[in-house]
C-alpha cells in the first residue's frame, strides 16, 4: 500500500519561507522519483519541481531560485524549501511519486501516487 503524507504547510508573509516534507512508505524509495506539485483555487494542477532516481532535478521557472527540491532516501522523504514566497504561490501543495525515471519527469501525469495535499497561503 503506497502511502505519501505532506507536511509543513501554513500561512506566512510575503517574503517569508517555508518548508514542506513528503514522508513515503509502500515504495522503494532509492529507486522512486518524486515531485511536488501545486494547484490554486480554479486552476489546474502543475508541476513545481521534480527530482530523478539519480538526484537530478528539475523546477519550474516561477520558482527558480527561490524554491529547491531534495531527497532523503534513508527516511523516504522529499522536501521541498520555499524561499522568498510569493502572494502567488498561494495554493494547495502536493507530493507525488512513481517508480524509476519516465521518459519526461516534469509532468502531472506521469506520477501516480499522491498525497493528500497541504495548505500554503502568502498573504
Known amino acids: 500500500h503506497v502511502q505519501l503524507v505532506e507536511s509543513g504547510g501554513g500561512s506566512v508573509q510575503a517574503g517569508g519561507s517555508l518548508r514542506l516534507s513528503c514522508e513515503v512508505s509502500g515504495l522503494t524509495s532509492s529507486d522512486i522519483s518524486m515531485g511536488w506539485f501545486r494547484q490554486p483555487p480554479g486552476k489546474e494542477r502543475e508541476v513545481v519541481a521534480a527530482?530523478?532516481?539519480?538526484?537530478?532535478?528539475s523546477t519550474a521557472h516561477s520558482v527558480k531560485g527561490r524554491f529547491t527540491i531534495s531527497r532523503d532516501n534513508s527516511e523516504s522523504r522529499v522536501t521541498l524549501q520555499m524561499i522568498s514566497l510569493k502572494p502567488e504561490d498561494s495554493a494547495t501543495y502536493y507530493c507525488a511519486a512513481r517508480p524509476g525515471n519516465p521518459r519526461c519527469l516534469f509532468r502531472v501525469d506521469v506520477f501516480g501516487s499522491w498525497g493528500p495535499g497541504t495548505q500554503v497561503t502568502v498573504s
Open positions: 527530482i530523478d532516481v539519480s538526484g537530478a532535478t
